[in-house]
């Protein structure tokens, strides 16, 4: 990697103050980021350490019921300090990468980044959380913009993700057998009001709400509704672990097997 | 009863302990006073000309000792090739030039272009990216059907084309191979891919060269499996170098799978540019530089023909096989799909013509070469796959088919160059039978169907050719080095034994099974002996650790040195006993006289020996003896295997559900060590079948170059496995009847694997013939619905 200044703020003012210099980068548990400094494809001037900063960590509930998650919570705490509140959502992070990715990964950090096959942008996406950052309060429907794209503006932090809790959720995870990231990852949340279908892994546009099976499951909330539904391929994600009709077919499957453990 | 000590206990291993508490002593764990670091700067692109290396900017930059291209290498050789293999015409090979740095040409991604060392690793990288370069890009010659054609795109301009030799063994007339395939009752025909893998032992390779001024020794450590080998390529082909001026240590290594067999061009460099720098020079490879410099494993492309009569007796077999050898000749990598692949292609079976048929082809691709198994599993995979898909079309049991056609009367000469000198493959699927306990699967495929999968079973067969071999035969076949080992059996004064051995510890137990012999011979608790090896300045001249070949080779000649230690000792004991040496026993310990109770004990021989006052005037003093041991053949490691699985119909998801191994090893030494030996084989065999997948796109770039697109196996791929060692027919031609076990799991495993998912795809109603490997879960489901 190439040098860079490191700093390690305890509040989020300074963490905002430090990231406005030239080329400053945000650091969250660095499971994607140092690797990739490591190969020389990214040059920070400095890394801006976000771990240190107690008001962006743990999980709480709030008064309305939703379940906040601090940016800087770590996987392996979100498995843990979630599993009572939100039980579909701490399964989800208890299933990220191994347990040295789990005790470093952050959820504001895999947020940020944004991957197409990560697993909290379906999360967040299925339980139609609010990414709560230094600035403004963004919808997760506004918030995720394509593979790596973000609303997030140059410096800004996400200092909490609030978590609506359904009546019932459910994450299925289809494995990437090299990487174990999500082949094709289907988040169900099932809401009074209605069903939230959340897809990652799959698309070329990264994740996406599957929205005719959310019609078709909020006015009948069985397997069977989805029978006549199929994912067009054409957007699909095709790489050596996968074609385009593969990865529709495991949206539809993955999809049936939320339903069917949520039921 | 099992045995607690010597032959044929489950001694633990005692090398466990320092490799368990982080006290191994690897090579990156070796850092010489005054070390620079070499980075290398590696071709980005598959094939090109290069028209610039300007390296003056890199030169001035902080830290930098030296930046080195192809041009200072001119005045050495290149990376040698250790087998010369002739054409079915007659002709060598087509051996082109393997520079240490790139020469006029890059030719695969991670060709090495340039080196920068500086004092720091960053400083050296810092530099390298100062270097001013420019290549013209060429067309990537990848495919090698199309490689093979006339007018395609040379990978070496000097090369009358790309197909490094065109290979034939068994039957050369092709009329009577025609014929025999005419008048079959039936012929089953297959084609399929033998997938290319990348070794990816858990230690990445090391080199670190030093120089010294003042005596002009050079010590190279590297991470290697036989560091006599590596001395002598390159001292004598690469760089030029007395043998004596130079010493070569590989210490612990962590990992080989036949990778760290050859002779890599960053060792040489480390060695030259210790010299050329005047500092010792390291250089570790990252994970990303292994993808693409360590020799690649497989990458056959092959069709086979089975032939059968009226009855189901196998009648003829013919393959045609396009082997992928990469860019250049890596050290063994010619042998590989001809002496150890198209040898094997009779397999347990007793068909009567035989050919085989190589092409071998350059390619801009990473070198090829062995890695465990090398050739066998290539050659046990077609046939175990065609001999399955006859049985599917003849629509009889898999097992009865192969029974018909086993060789069951040996010494059996096969139509493919081999003598197999013993074997007792129905006894072996006997055991096989019932240790999988093959009567229960309809119930457990029942008890599958009503969770909704589909059960599968596949058995095969597998027969390798190990302990290679007779030297004056290997000649012959074109080898260049022999292929014999050594051990010196040195008894200190106090009665503890160090053995030598030219044999290559890198996690196989040797250091925990060879003294097992020794003592067992004498009559000692083990832990009087241990072994030396892994440094040419300590070990007798061997050829290391591949092929299965440790105990086999190297612990026959230890056997023989040891023999010799103990007429030596008896002819000490029989003097000082007073008795004729003819009527000295030895057992546990204690030279006595036969018939009487005079005796006297190991360790007063052994003193007596080195403290020669009362002593026999026509013996020298001393004991410690050496012996080279060159093997009179092969050895034959047999055996059957059976994989159950469940596919999931809907993701197409295969897991695996039990798998049973029941080998024929032989004589065994230390079965503990045997069944992990086995247990490893077999999950690089499942890493094949299910996951590994080394790529390229058509332009050369490595698609699957990290752990990110690289699937290996993992513990939860994996079952428990069964493994019955039981069937054992010990080898009739060294002293230890051993066989050798260390490839045996990966040849026999992928064809059960992938016999088993398409019997269980077959069984749901989908009439697949054939999967290649990875059986991916994307693959299976598209064979279902394809």
Redesign the interface.
């Known amino acids: 990697m190439y040098n860079f200044e490191f700093e390690k703020p305890s509040t989020i003012a300074d963490a905002v103050a430090a990231l406005g210099s030239e080329d400053a980068q945000a650091l969250g548990g660095g499971q994607t980021l140092i690797p990739t400094l490591k190969q020389r494809l990214a040059a920070p001037s400095s890394l801006v350490s976000l771990s240190s900063i107690a008001e962006m960590q743990g999980v709480c509930v709030e008064d309305d019921g939703s379940v906040a998650i601090g940016g800087a919570t770590t996987h392996a705490a979100v498995a843990a300090d979630a599993a009572g509140s939100y039980p579909a959502l701490a399964a989800l992070a208890g299933q990220i990468g191994d347990p040295a990715v789990r005790n470093r990964g952050t959820i504001g950090g895999s947020i940020a980044n944004n991957d197409p096959a990560a697993c909290y942008p379906a999360g967040a996406l299925g339980s139609g959380a609010t990414i709560v950052t230094n600035t403004r309060q963004i919808a997760a429907d506004d918030f995720f913009q394509g593979m790596f794209t973000t609303a997030l503006d140059e410096g800004e932090i996400i200092t909490s993700v609030r978590f609506p809790v359904p009546q019932a959720a459910s994450y299925q995870k289809f494995l990437q057998p090299a990487s174990r990231f999500a082949l094709v990852g289907v988040y169900l949340a099932r809401f009074a009001d209605g069903v939230r279908v959340a897809v990652t892994g799959a698309s070329e546009d990264g994740v996406f709400r599957w929205s005719e099976a959310e019609q078709a499951l909020s006015k009948e909330f069985r397997e069977d509704a989805l029978m006549d539904l199929n994912i067009n391929p054409a957007n699909m994600i095709a790489d050596l672990h996968g074609s385009k009709n593969y990865r529709a077919h495991l949206v539809k499957v993955m999809t049936k097997r939320a339903v069917q453990a949520t039921i | 009863m099992p045995k607690d000590s010597g032959i044929g206990a489950s001694s633990k291993r005692r090398e466990d302990v320092r490799f368990l508490t982080g006290a191994g002593n690897y090579t990156d764990d070796i850092n010489v006073y005054g070390q620079a670091h070499v980075y290398f700067l590696r071709s980005d692109i598959a094939h090109g000309r290069i028209t610039k290396v300007d390296t003056s900017a890199a030169e001035g930059m902080p830290g930098v000792v030296k930046v080195f291209t192809g041009k200072d290498f001119e005045g050495v050789g290149g990376m040698p090739c250790g087998w010369e293999v002739t054409d079915k015409h007659g002709a060598p090979m087509q051996e082109p030039p393997h520079p240490i740095l790139a020469q006029g040409k890059v030719r695969h991604v991670g060709d090495p272009i340039a080196a920068v060392v500086a004092d720091s690793l ?1 400083q050296a ?1 810092d530099a390298a ?1 100062a270097i001013d370069l420019d290549i013209e890009e060429l067309p990537a010659v990848m495919n090698m059907k199309a490689a093979a054609q006339d007018g395609a795109t040379l990978v070496h301009d000097d090369l009358k084309n790309n197909i490094c030799y065109d290979w034939q063994l068994g039957e050369t007339d092709d009329a009577k191979v025609n014929e025999v395939f005419a008048n079959a009752a039936h012929v089953t025909t297959l084609d399929l891919v033998n997938n290319r893998l990348v070794a990816n032992p858990m230690e990445p390779r090391v080199a670190v060269g030093e120089y010294a001024r003042a005596t002009e020794d050079y010590t190279l450590y590297t991470t290697s499996q036989n560091p006599h080998v590596i001395r002598l390529l390159m001292c004598a082909f690469v760089l030029g170098l007395p043998e004596h001026k130079v010493r070569v240590v590989a210490p612990d290594v962590g990992g080989g799978f036949g990778t760290k067999i050859f002779h890599y061009a960053e060792e040489a460099f480390c060695t030259f540019a210790a010299k050329a720098c005047n500092r010792p020079v390291k250089w570790t490879s990252s994970r ?1 530089e292994a993808f693409m410099s360590d020799a690649h494993g497989r990458d056959h492309v092959s069709k086979i023909e089975l032939a059968l009569d009226a009855d189901n007796n196998f009648v003829g077999l013919r393959t045609n096989t396009y082997a992928n050898l990469g860019a250049y000749l890596s050290t063994f990598s010619s042998s590989v799909p001809t002496w150890l692949h198209g040898t094997l292609m009779a397999g347990n079976y007793k068909t009567p013509v035989i050919q085989v048929n190589v092409k071998a082809m350059f390619t801009n691709t990473v070198p090829v070469d062995a890695y465990r198994g090398a050739g066998r599993p290539e050659a046990t995979y077609q046939l175990e796959r065609v001999v399955d898909k006859a049985a599917r079309e003849l629509g009889v049991d898999p097992i009865a088919l192969r029974r018909q056609n086993f060789v069951t009367q040996f010494p059996y000469d096969t139509p493919v160059a081999l003598t197999y000198d013993t074997g007792d493959y129905n006894g072996t699927m006997d055991k096989l039978e019932a240790a999988a306990d093959l009567t229960g699967f309809a119930a457990r495929r029942s008890a599958s169907e009503a969770n909704g999968k589909l059960r599968g079973l596949g058995i095969n067969c597998y027969i390798e050719a190990c302990g290679i071999a007779p030297s004056n035969i290997v000649g012959m076949l074109g080898a260049r080095a022999g292929l014999y080992d050594a051990a010196t059996v040195r008894v200190n004064a106090t009665g503890s034994i160090s053995v030598m051995v030219g044999a290559h510890s890198h996690g196989q137990g040797h250091e925990t099974a060879f003294p097992q012999v020794v003592a067992d011979m004498i009559g000692i608790d083990e832990s009087m002996v241990e072994i030396v090896h892994g440094d040419t300045s300590k070990i007798p001249f061997g050829m290391g650790t591949y092929g299965s070949r440790s105990l086999a080779v190297c612990g026959s000649a230890m056997v023989k040195a040891t023999e010799k230690v103990i007429d030596k000792a008896k002819k000490i004991a029989a003097h000082l006993l007073e008795a004729s040496e003819a009527d000295i026993e030895l057992k546990d310990g204690q030279f006595s006289v036969a018939g009487t109770d005079k005796s006297v004990a190991w360790g007063d021989v052994t003193l007596t020996a080195y403290v020669p006052h009362n002593y026999p005037l026509e013996v020298e003093p001393g004991l410690e003896e050496t012996a080279f041991y060159d093997p009179a053949n092969f050895t034959f490691p047999a055996g059957a295997y059976a994989c159950e699985v469940e596919v999931d119909p ?4 295969v897991s695996i559900e039990a798998f049973t191994a029941a080998d024929d090893f032989g004589n065994i030494v230390n079965p503990m060590i045997v069944d992990g030996q086995v247990h490893g084989g077999i999950g690089q065999g499942i890493g094949q079948a ?2 590994e ?1 080394c ?1 390229y796109d058509e332009n050369g770039q490595l ?2 170059a990290s ?6 196996p993992r513990a939860d791929d994996v079952p428990f496995y069964g493994v019955d060692h039981s069937s054992q027919t010990p080898c009739t031609h060294n002293p230890l009847g051993v066989k050798g076990c260390g490839e045996a799991g990966a040849i026999g495993s992928p064809p059960a694997v992938v016999n088993a998912v398409l019997d269980a795809l077959n069984s749901g109603g989908k009439a697949v013939d054939h999967i290649d490997m990875p059986v ?3 693959r299976v ?2 064979a279902m619905n394809g």
Request: glycine share 4%; no cysteine.
């Open positions: 960053e990288r990216e990303s809907e993701t197409g998801q299910l996951l997948n790529a698609l699957s752990f990110m697109d690289y699937a290996m991916s879960p994307s489901w598209a």
